[in-house]
């Protein structure tokens, strides 16, 4: 009978546990799923409203700017000169990215300080090393151009805390200047362009107060009272005060030597100072005229009204000491 009662309850247990396994399955309990089991993505449909993504800022469409020609490179011209100078013979570089946005299409020139200021007496010795640009380019009066040894030119710049300062050798095989004042330029001559706010009117193409046009003349013969003019802006028309001119000839034409003060270009100067600026040499090859026959540049797209076509100066070196 022992026996029996023991049985009994030992089914009993088997029966009763069972009956839990069931209650177990039929639950709605989430069970973790083994070790290395593959997840299923949480789907953003069930339920649980999506992220706000923030909405983007609007900026503005910036200006299309037409794509300029590219920039000749030109190849620095053979040098001849009364004296032997120590400057580096340097290529005019192509573009610079410079501008806002663009680079204008004209060359660059790098204006290096001078460590002392230079006797002004046509001659380049005393500039120490500098690059040398060409000027070659007709811009004017191409049908009577006969060539370099008609006409072309190299030049250095310079600057200290007084003055810029340039100098031009110039290659003519007739020298003819019947001009005073504003009609030098009607005879062999020189003159820069500066844009002396360049980047207040970057794209501005007509002349504005800013823009200078100073001419200069090594006399006649060269080195007998070298002349300057201005011609814009328009209320500094006249004789520019405070600019200094000297000349000698050459055995293949003649020599300037400029020094143009700072207070006369309305500007303080400063390392990484930019301006505007483009510098040509008018010819004449007809005795007893006075015409400007033919016109070349440093800046292959000069037009003396579209400070946009010139090219830029850079001032470089820091201050000088």
Request: aromatic share 12%; hydrophobic share 35%; charged share 15%.
């Amino acid at each position: 009978m022992r026996g029996f009662l023991s049985f009994s309850w030992f089914l009993f247990g088997l029966l009763a546990l069972a009956a839990c396994q069931r209650q177990d399955a039929s639950t709605g309990m989430a069970l973790l799923p083994p070790p290395g089991a593959q997840s299923t993505p949480f789907s953003y449909n069930q339920g649980i409203p999506p992220t706000v993504t923030p909405t983007p800022r609007v900026s503005a469409t910036p200006t299309v700017t037409p794509t300029l020609p590219p920039t000749v490179t030109p190849t620095p011209l053979p040098y001849t000169a009364v004296h032997t100078p120590t400057f580096t013979v340097t290529a005019n570089p192509g573009l610079w990215p410079s501008g806002p946005g663009q680079a204008r299409p004209g060359p660059r020139v790098v204006a290096y300080p001078l460590p002392h200021p230079p006797s002004l007496d046509g001659s380049p010795d005393d500039w120490g090393p500098m690059p040398l640009y060409a000027i070659r380019h007709v811009t004017y009066g191409r049908a009577h151009y006969q060539g370099p040894q008609d006409l072309s030119g190299v030049f250095l710049v310079g600057w200290d805390v007084g003055y810029l300062y340039l100098w031009v050798h110039v290659t003519d095989d007739v020298y003819v200047q019947e001009g005073r004042g504003p009609n030098i330029f009607r005879g062999d001559s020189a003159e820069v362009l500066l844009d002396t706010r360049l980047e207040e009117d970057y794209f501005t193409h007509t002349l504005s107060a800013d823009d200078m046009q100073i001419g200069f003349m090594a006399g006649n013969p060269p080195g007998f009272h070298p002349d300057a003019w201005q011609w814009y802006p328009r209320f500094l028309m006249g004789y520019p005060t405070g600019v200094q001119v000297a000349a000698s000839p050459a055995v293949d034409g003649y020599q300037l030597e400029i020094a143009i003060p700072w207070g006369r270009l309305n500007l303080r100067p400063r390392e990484g100072l930019r301006m505007g600026f483009a510098i040509s040499i008018s010819d004449n090859d007809t005795p007893g005229t006075l015409r400007q026959e033919t016109l070349i540049s440093n800046s292959p797209y000069r037009r003396l009204t579209d400070p946009t076509t010139w090219g830029e100066l850079l001032l470089e070196g820091g201050s000088p000491r």
